[in-house]
């Protein structure tokens, strides 16, 4: 009986060895094992893995990070807070990585409002002569700096401590970092002397300069400090069809709260493609964590998101299916520039979601 037993174990198992080996042979792979993960960009559809579809180099446009000043801080401040940034880029990077991004030929590269004497004095020292210098300001008596930033979740506010903090520790000037509305809310908080430093958007200090869009008067009492890093123009989509932003005509597209800077990147844009973003599109008006939202749940076609690559919302975006971001044609591309000179072409590289 137990040599009996024996046997028939043997054979069950000489079964299962068998059928284990290569039982599904022929039959695809229904039932069998699972393959191994791909690691290349997904196909347009099923990814409920979360990877990225943005395979391939973004063309756009981008506008600058800027730092402004009021014309009354002094000169001497102006320098010491700026040679404190640019002499030091690499141990500020080490507390926040946007540091790497800090180069003195960008910082020196603004055109649409004139530097302050300090930072310009800083930067023609190390043989970037900026194009403008502000006459009459640096003048004002020295006192501790108040810096305007952005919200507390974002880049603004934590990069605005960050350098807040170096400066105040390693020169004779105190500055502190506070929160903010962010651009808009700077330049009006800096002309009525509530804060001596600010973040802005390069376009939004060109309107306040120039009295325009989101000003009714001209704001002239600022100058610049440095240009620090780019803000990128995303159009982003979960629509693999929409290629181009010629695409998004008939669409329902986010294009940031009316009268945001957002909403004039995007009027910017669309207008370039001769789009009008009333009629052309069905605009929606929603800010970046809203407009995340309603791409996932399909309610929206595609969504305009300015801010520095990668951004948070189009990365959250990204766990739950793939995503695609529009690029802009040289052509179109050379117009904006040309009718906008506040805009610089940018390439968001392959990868980034």
């Known amino acids: ?34 393959p191994p993960a791909s690691t290349d960009a997904p196909s347009d559809s099923g990814n409920s893995g979360g990877a ?12 600058g990070a800027v730092v402004i000043v009021r014309d009354d801080v002094p000169e001497d401040d102006v320098y010491a807070l700026t040679s ?5 880029i690499s141990t500020i990077t080490e507390q926040h990585a946007k540091g790497g991004e800090l180069d003195l030929a960008f ?15 800083y930067f023609a020292e190390k043989g970037n002569e900026v194009a403008s210098v502000k006459e009459g300001a640096g003048s004002g008596d020295s006192k501790a ?3 305007g930033t952005g919200g507390e979740s974002g880049t603004y506010y934590a990069f605005g401590g960050v350098l807040s903090n170096f400066i105040s520790n390693n020169t004779s000037v105190s500055v502190t970092a506070v929160t903010s509305g ?28 120039n009295g325009e869009r989101l000003f009714d008067a001209k704001v002239e009492n600022f100058s610049v400090v440095a240009s620090l ?16 932003v010629a695409d998004l005509a008939g669409k329902s597209v986010s294009i940031g709260d009316r009268g945001s800077g957002v909403w004039f990147n995007a009027v910017d844009v669309l207008g370039a493609y001769d789009i ?30 300015v801010a520095g690559a990668p951004t948070t919302a189009i990365v959250d975006l990204a766990t739950s299916g793939p995503v695609y971001l529009v690029s802009l044609d040289e052509e179109h591309t050379s117009a904006l520039l040309e009718s906008s000179p506040y805009y610089s072409a940018y390439t968001i590289p392959a990868g980034t979601y």
């Open 84 to 88: 404190a940034i640019f002499e030091n």
């Open 1 to 34: 009986m137990k040599k009996k037993f024996s046997v028939l174990m043997a054979v069950l198992m000489l079964a299962m060895l068998l059928a284990g080996c290569g039982g599904d042979q022929g039959a695809g792979n229904e039932g069998g094992s699972t």
């Open 276 to 305: 009008d973003p009333d009629s052309g599109i069905s605009p929606v008006y929603q800010g970046f964590g809203d407009s995340a939202d309603s791409l996932k749940d399909k309610k929206i076609d595609a969504a305009f998101v």
């Open 182 to 209: 962010g651009s808009k809310a700077n330049i009006e908080d800096l002309a009525a002397g509530d804060i001596q430093l600010g973040f802005v958007q390069s376009d939004v200090m060109s309107y306040a300069y």
């Open 107 to 121: 910082a020196s590269s603004v055109t649409s409002v004139p530097y302050h004497p300090g930072a310009a004095k």
């Open 52 to 63: 990225s579809a943005v395979a391939e180099d973004t063309n756009t446009v981008a506008v």
């Open 145 to 147: 700096l108040t810096f």
């Open 229 to 244: 890093y780019m803000e990128q123009v995303q159009i982003v989509t979960t629509n693999p069809d929409i290629k181009s």
